[in-house]
C-alpha cells in the first residue's frame, strides 16, 4: 500500500477537480469523500483518489494555499499520440508554460498550469523502464536554486530503502542561472518515486502547503521518527503537518486515521478533530482517547 501520498489543497473545488482527473486518466477510480467538521476552515471537504495506480489526497479548506510550478505532476506517455490525448482534455482553460512540441529530451512534451491551478508535464519518453505513471516533480528555485541533489541526498539519509536513480546535470554556461547544477534527477522514496530539478534560470516560485506529501505511520514510533528528522521549521509544525529545511511541506499522519474518524459518531469525530487540530506532532494515543471521551 502507497506509503507517501501527494496531497492536494483547494480553496473549494477539491472534489470537483479529483472527478475531473478520474475522468480523464485510466485506471482510475474515488475512493473515499469525507468531510471534516468545526475546522478553521469551517465544514472541508476531503477525498482519496486514484490516477492511474498513484494514490493522491485532496481537501478542500480555503483560500489560504495556492499551487504553484514548484511542484508538478509529470505523466509518462508511451506515444505523442497520447500526450495529445491528455493535453486536449487537462489542457482546457490551461496557462501554458512550455508549449506542445520537441524538446531536446522529448518528441512530445507539454506543461502547463490546468484550469485548477495543478501544474502538470506531460512527456513522451521513447523507453518503457518509468513505472509509475504519474511522478512529482520538486523544482528547487528562488533560494533553493541549486540544491535539488543536496535535498534528494537528505531525503536519502531519512526514508529507508531509498532507491537513487538516473541522474542529469546541465552542462557549463547551458542554464541561464549560475547555480543552478541538476536538470533532472530520480529518487524512490518508499516505494513512489519522486523527480527533482533546479530552475534554469532561478525562478521565484517556493514550495508551499497547497502541495504536501502524507507519510502514512503504522506506530508512534514512526511518527516520532519522521517529525524528528523532517521538521525544520518551529512555526509550521500544525495538526501534523511540517516543513523540512528546503520549505517543503509533510504530513505525518497515522494510517488509521481516516478509519478512526469513519469508524466514529458524530459526537466522536469531533472529538477527535478538536484534538488533532490542537496538536503539532500527532498522537496516536491521545486520538484514540479523544474519541473514547
Not at 493535453?87 to 508549449?99: N, Q, R, S, V
Not at 533532472?184 to 534554469?200: F, K, P, R, S
Not at 514512526?222 to 516543513?243: H, M, R, T
Request: with cysteine; charged share 25%.
Amino acid at each position: 500500500m502507497q506509503q507517501i501520498i501527494p496531497h492536494l489543497w483547494y480553496d473549494t473545488q477539491a472534489v470537483e477537480a479529483a472527478k475531473w482527473y478520474v475522468s480523464i486518466f485510466e485506471h482510475s477510480t474515488i475512493n473515499r469523500l469525507s468531510q471534516l467538521h468545526d475546522t478553521p476552515s469551517g465544514e472541508v471537504d476531503t477525498v482519496d483518489f486514484t490516477l492511474d495506480g498513484v494514490d493522491f489526497f485532496a481537501i478542500s479548506a480555503g483560500p489560504f494555499f495556492a499551487l504553484n510550478s514548484a511542484i508538478s505532476l509529470m505523466v509518462t506517455c508511451y506515444s505523442a499520440e497520447e500526450v495529445d490525448r491528455l493535453y486536449e482534455k487537462l489542457g482546457k482553460g490551461a496557462t501554458i508554460m512550455m508549449p506542445l512540441g520537441a524538446y531536446p529530451f522529448s518528441k512530445r512534451y507539454v506543461w502547463f498550469e490546468d484550469k485548477y491551478g495543478l501544474n502538470w508535464q506531460l512527456c513522451y519518453f521513447e523507453t518503457t523502464e518509468i513505472m509509475q505513471k504519474i511522478r512529482p516533480v520538486l523544482l528547487f528555485g528562488a533560494e533553493n536554486c541549486g540544491k535539488a541533489e543536496e535535498a534528494l541526498a537528505f531525503y536519502q539519509s531519512v526514508f529507508p530503502g531509498t532507491v537513487p536513480g538516473y541522474v542529469n546535470h546541465y552542462q557549463p554556461g547551458e542554464a541561464p542561472d549560475q547555480r543552478a547544477k541538476t536538470n533532472y534527477a530520480e529518487l524512490t522514496l518508499l516505494g513512489n518515486q519522486i523527480v527533482a530539478m533546479d530552475h534554469g534560470v532561478g525562478g521565484d516560485e517556493l514550495f508551499n502547503e497547497a502541495f504536501s506529501f502524507m507519510v502514512l505511520c503504522d506506530t508512534q514510533e514512526e511518527i516520532d521518527y519522521y517529525w524528528d528528522k523532517l521538521s525544520a521549521v518551529p512555526e509550521a509544525e500544525q495538526c501534523g503537518w511540517l516543513k523540512d529545511k528546503f520549505g517543503l511541506s509533510w504530513q505525518i499522519v497515522p494510517r488509521a486515521l481516516n478509519e478512526l474518524l469513519d469508524a466514529a459518531t458524530p459526537d466522536e469525530a469531533k472529538r477527535i478533530t478538536e484534538a488533532f487540530l490542537n496538536m503539532k506532532k500527532l498522537d496516536i494515543r491521545a486520538l484514540e482517547a479523544a474519541k473514547r471521551g
